[in-house]
């Protein structure tokens, strides 16, 4: 069965020399103005592309995205502000569109320039005329050390919305992810968009932990073309939601090494702000991490990493709650039945640790996966 696309994009993509065989280069755009929304990373060593992008994104009227893989082009100095800024051109020219209508991306290696002149030949061989948008082409060509494109298409009455991403490691978002965008025909005011966009990216990819580095080059961004006319704007936002936590889940379930994804649901928080300050420090604790990986029914480790906040002084051992799932392992007293129950379930693809602080109805929920020694293989050879 052929999936839902929205009306009006057309994309490209290609491989233009960074990667071996793959395509490394995607472009997608609206046919017909579009209104957008877009948050960055807040990394202190951004690179031009996020720069470039965020200079431009309070306008609201990007209409698409152009994103080069497998080169971060960061901490390349002007020579690669230089570079961000002629490939968003050069692409916006193929497309008929201008510069500023363009979220440029990048992701890989950081510390390399982009080799600039095979882009460049690369871009000229863009067709005037291009077809409809390939979003799974899209998908991949964003990749680098993904196993797999990721991608999820939903319909919201009239309009639909496609997601796609990427991302399996240097992930702890700090405003929205990795790379990820959104295309919809659906029709919303630009300050509403906004407004949507960012509390979803607030519970769906701020929810999100690989491995606790905030990447350089994180971009989140969704583009609405309006062809569909309007929708129904506390649908649209559900909608919305579940995509974007379709591809949070993809993407834990296939951090780099990863053969667990993790959800931690914190319940009986001050408030939410406590609750996911909880769920990420289990999430992120290697101890907890590996102790899963290996089906280890050590609770202790959960406790020990809601224990690291010390400046939680509300938190009360006397009043906290953990399950792994459904079963109880803290406060009562886990008999050998209880573990062997619990090593049976930590030996799932899919973990759920339950933390109630026992406080008040504070509660958040976030997303991470388990740390194997594949992990520390991808990531201690990455750049050669």
């Known amino acids: 069965m052929d999936l839902p696309v929205p009306r009006g994009y057309r994309s490209y993509t290609a491989n233009m020399g960074l990667k071996d065989q793959a395509h490394d280069f995607a472009l997608v755009f609206s046919e017909v103005p579009a209104v957008s929304a ?12 996020v720069r470039l992008s965020r200079e431009d994104a309070p306008r609201q009227d990007a209409r698409g995205m152009v994103v080069i893989s497998r080169n971060a082009n960061v901490a390349t100095g002007k020579v690669g502000a230089a570079h961000a800024e002629e490939v968003r051109r050069l692409a916006a020219q193929r497309a008929g569109i201008a510069p500023g209508e363009l979220v440029i991306g990048s992701t890989g290696v950081i510390g390399r320039p982009y080799p ?34 990721k991608s999820v298409h939903l319909r919201c009455g009239d309009a639909v919305i496609v997601g796609i991403a990427k991302g399996v490691g240097m992930i702890e978002p700090n405003m929205a992810t990795l790379l990820t965008f ?34 350089t080059s994180d971009t989140a961004a969704v583009f609405a073309n309006a062809l569909a006319g309007p929708v129904d704007e506390a649908e649209f ?42 769920g990420k420090t289990v ?7 590996t102790s899963v990986h290996g089906a280890d029914p050590n609770w202790g480790r959960v406790a020990m990493a809601v224990g690291k906040l010390e400046d939680d002084v509300d938190i009360d051992p006397a009043r906290v709650r953990i399950h792994y799932g459904d079963l109880e392992m803290y406060p009562e007293e886990a008999d050998d039945a209880m573990l062997e129950a619990a090593r049976k379930y ?10 109630d602080l026992g406080i008040a109805d504070g509660a958040f929920t976030v997303y991470g996966c388990d740390l194997t020694a594949g992990y520390v293989e991808v990531n201690s050879g990455y750049t050669t």
């Not at 877009?38 to 031009?48: C, E, H, M």
């Not at 919305?240 to 993407?251: P, S």
């Not at 296939?254 to 667990?260: I, P, S």
């Open 38 to 49: 877009a948050v960055f990373t807040k990394s202190r060593f951004a690179g031009p592309s």
């Open 116 to 149: 600039i002149e095979s882009l460049r030949d690369g871009i000229a061989r863009i067709p005037q005329q291009l077809p409809s948008a390939d979003f799974e082409a899209a998908a991949a060509a964003i990749m680098t050390t993904d196993t797999r494109p």
């Open 182 to 215: 959104f295309f919809t025909d659906a029709e919303l005011a630009p300050d509403r968009l906004d407004a949507v966009f960012r509390r979803v990216v607030d519970r769906t990819f701020n929810a999100l932990s690989i491995d606790t580095d905030t990447s």
């Open 237 to 278: 936002e559900r909608v919305l939601y579940q995509a974007a936590l379709t591809l949070v889940r993809d993407i834990a379930s296939d951090g780099e090494g990863a053969t667990k994804l993790i959800q931690v649901e914190v319940a009986g928080a001050r408030d939410v702000a406590q609750a996911r300050r909880v």
């Open 283 to 289: 999430v992120n604790s290697p101890l907890v991490k």
């Open 346 to 355: 930590l030996g799932g693809s899919e973990v759920v640790i339950r933390v």
